[in-house]
């Protein structure tokens, strides 16, 4: 894991303003710091490199690094390289180091643009040609590593963070109000729906997408992978879980190949059970494991994490939220990222990876991607309930158990209806909740309405993909890697795997759910490395909190209400009558700690 941060194109820039960006990745890469400048050419190509020391700590793999005429920095792991580097061998390769960083750029002398479909990992890497003069950059399928640019005529600046970026471009970027609006009114599953940042100008690289660009900033995009939905009628429900364990087991052996040790995020749930449970009783590893600690009755696992603790031979360190100074901390997140901190959840998790980096590891490991891939959000009941509703045993089966054990939980009202789209499978009004509310909360009128990329005609799919894509997980990814990154930290997550994304598309949607319980392919594939209280248990809890759990809003009213940028985009009065309620709804405690992300960004951007 790493920082990288660079300029291709015709404007010379002086080293001194590489030298003063490159301040903004040192805590990415903590262990070295390089730059590679080329102003021999036509166009003119400097990069930075600051490096977090994971495999092969020696000196001989740090970056920029070289091979015949290309210099490449790089951001990530790859972690099918020594599969890869045996392949390269064969045709006469010879490597010099044990790193991934020299199999991924032999890989790409050998293979071009089509090794990065043949990796296995996480990156964000720029790779320039100094004999042909052209650059390649590339962003891995999911979208774990960051990639920030900025293209203008002159050429392009691109970054693993913005802070870095504006720094290299030069210039102040105005903020994008309309990203502003559409955070504060629709909330955080609209913020990836392009590729917007809360900078104009500024853009996040598309995942999925290697782009080559030449001496006459001639741009060619090509696409890393695409879906094939292809259902395989004939497979057993015992083989699709058999296949998916064996699929499990190897992406968490590869997601544990390091030179440093590990630490896994434990929740009371299934998916960091999971991987758990595998490393600890398939692959025999000591476990090094965090779990926070929330006291709220709503979002408190602290009994499932204690069966857990006991079920594994782990060395466990537990977190108990700390509520104190709630708004300097937030100030102190919100700086570091160069934007708001999405929802209250991270806010808290920073300190999950401060005790995580405190207690000496540079790796942790964690359940992302588990709920997108095999169901794990209540709404998943409904469109499934809708995908298999002509099937009278599943459609028996799902009515009975979720009226029994998992309407209770659900806050939603729109979600409390099991069949809410059997008439209209169009409905999303409950993922933008009350946003038309909020919206009466700007001085001027703005309005966006949802929208979602067709995948495949399958309502449950087609969602899973939109939140995989474009709505839940690149929020996860941002804050998790923004978050370890504090703390020279990285993160990685077994469930975001190629092999295992491919084979659940081409499952039949009926073996989602078995016996009512959503993630049944993820609980029996598991069934003999977790604790059966934690694999069975419906309740979703999810790692949450409220806004007056962690600050005293009648304490802090003159903040809140104190004359600033924000209240030139939102009304006063609407703010002072929210902090005034004696109780918050879910949607009003989100908004409210949305307005104050956003209010303390205004003043420091």
Known sequence: MCGIAGYFGKKNI????????????????????????DYTKKNFTGL??????????????????????????????IYNYKELKDKLISKGYKFNTSSDTEVLLKGFDFWGIKAFSKFEGMWAVAIYNKKK???????????????????????????????????LIGEKKQINLNHIKRYLINGYKSLYKNNDTFFSGIKNFPKNNTTLIERE????????????????????YKQAVDDIKEILINSVKHKMRSDVDLAFCLSGGVDSNSIVGIAQSV??????????INKDPRFE??????????????????????????????????????????????????????????????VSISGTGADEIFTGYYDHYNLYAKQIKNDKVYS????????????????????????????????RDHIYLNNKLFSTYLHEDWKENFNEKYFTSDILKNRMLNELFHEAVPVILSEDDNNSMSYSVENRSPFLDIKLLN???????????QNGFAKSLLRDAMKDNVNNKILYNPRKVGFNASINENLDLKKNREYILSNDRIFQIIKKDKIEKLIKKKELSNSESKFLFNFLNTKIFLNNF
């Open 48 to 77: 930075i490199h600051t490096r977090l020391s994971i495999i092969d700590l020696k000196k001989r793999s740090n970056q920029p690094f070289h091979y015949r005429d290309n210099v490449m920095i790089y951001n990530g792991e």
């Open 14 to 37: 002086p080293k001194n303003i590489f030298y003063k960006a490159a301040k903004h990745l040192q805590l990415r890469g903590p262990d070295n710091t390089s730059f590679y400048f």
């Open 503 to 513: 084979y659940t598309l081409n499952l039949p949607s009926k073996f989602y759910m």
């Open 283 to 292: 692959l025999n590893k000591k476990i090094n494991a965090f779990s926070v």
């Open 217 to 236: 900033l001639i741009y060619k995009k090509n696409p890393i992978w695409r879906p094939s939905i292809k259902i395989d009628q004939n497979i057993t």
């Open 396 to 427: 028996k089966n799902i009515s009975s158990f979720w009226n029994k054990y998992i309407k209770k939980y659900v806050r939603n009202p729109y979600l409390q209806n099991l069949k809410l789209y059997y008439k209209n499978k169009k409905f």
């Open 301 to 362: 696992e602290n009994k499932m994490i204690d069966i857990a603790s006991r079920s594994y031979n782990l060395n466990h360190f537990k977190i108990f939220l700390n509520k104190k100074n709630f708004l300097e901390n937030l100030e102190k997140q919100v700086i570091l990222a160069g934007r708001p901190v999405y929802t209250i959840s991270y806010y808290l998790q920073n300190f999950l990876m401060k005790q995580i980096s405190d207690k000496g590891f540079k």
């Open 133 to 167: 003069n052209k650059i390649v950059i590339s962003r891995d399928l999911f979208g774990e590593k960051p990639l920030y640019y900025f293209k203008n005529h002159s050429g392009i600046f691109f970054a693993s963070n913005t802070n870095c970026l504006i720094d």
